[in-house]
């Protein structure tokens, strides 16, 4: 079974500094990790994904994150927050069987709260 | 612009009754997914449909039916069997298996009053 951890219910840090959101997964084969935002009362909106290839993948709003095969890791980051970043965040995973059985399993979501 | 149209937005329904949540796609994608969220609960698949005229049971789908007669759509409804169904329900659709990712829709807010 495949499974992801957000550890973090809620992330603070104050605009202009960098910001780090925790993912950690697990999974049978290789995998597909994507990361999503939602503000209130909305949906999902894709952030980014890591299908293959380079670690470190960039994606919309300035936001990148780095997949570490070893630690299960694929960390959201940004070098500088900023208010209107402030929203939740989810990460997700599939493996890379590409048949009916595979879907997508999402963490619980992080709350990234920016302040001034 | 190709998207998905959940409505409504917001609904409210009585304790016995059973309501459909209407989600419609012009991505021409194959897949279609129902999900509730709840606080601190993440995303937890209802059903999910690959094909016209199938679909499958996902992690939580005791109370819930579907239908996918059209590739367009996939509505759900919640059933009175359905013990605790207020929540917030989302909509999404992929290309093939979803192996590059969802596309959702802005969601319907469910509450029983």
């Known amino acids: 079974a495949q499974s992801v951890a957000q550890p973090e219910d809620q992330v603070n840090v104050a605009e202009g500094n960098p910001l780090t959101v925790k993912c950690t997964y697990s999974?049978?084969?290789?995998?597909?990790l994507f990361w999503y935002v939602q503000y209130p009362n909305r949906g999902l909106q894709f952030l980014l994904k890591?299908?293959?290839?380079?670690?470190l993948v960039k994606g919309s709003y300035g936001f990148e994150a780095e997949f570490n095969k070893s630690q299960t890791s694929f960390h959201l980051k940004k070098p500088s927050a900023l208010v209107s970043d402030s929203a939740l965040y989810f990460c997700?995973?599939?493996?890379?069987?590409?048949?009916?059985?595979?879907?997508?399993?999402f963490g619980t979501g992080t709350r990234l709260q920016v302040t001034l | 612009d190709g998207g998905i149209t959940q409505s409504p937005k917001y609904l409210f329904r009585k304790e016995g009754q059973n309501v459909t949540l209407s989600c419609e796609q012009n991505?021409?994608?194959?897949?279609m997914y129902w999900y509730r969220q709840d606080p601190g609960q993440g995303l937890r698949l209802i059903y999910y449909?690959?094909?016209?005229?199938?679909?499958q049971k996902g992690d939580i789908a005791e109370g819930y039916s579907v239908s996918r007669e059209k590739k367009e759509s996939f509505p759900l409804t919640v059933t009175s069997a359905q013990k605790n169904p207020t929540a917030f329900y989302l909509c999404?659709?992929?290309?093939?298996?979803?192996?590059?990712?969802?596309?959702f829709g802005s969601g319907t807010r469910l509450t029983v009053v």
């Open positions: 999974v049978s084969g290789n995998p597909y």
């Open positions: 449909s690959q094909i016209v005229n199938d679909f």
């Open positions: 997700a995973v599939r493996d890379s069987y590409t048949g009916t059985a595979s879907k997508l399993t």
């Open positions: 890591y299908i293959t290839g380079d670690n």
């Open positions: 999404a659709s992929s290309i093939g298996t979803g192996a590059l990712g969802y596309t």
């Open positions: 991505l021409n994608h194959d897949a």
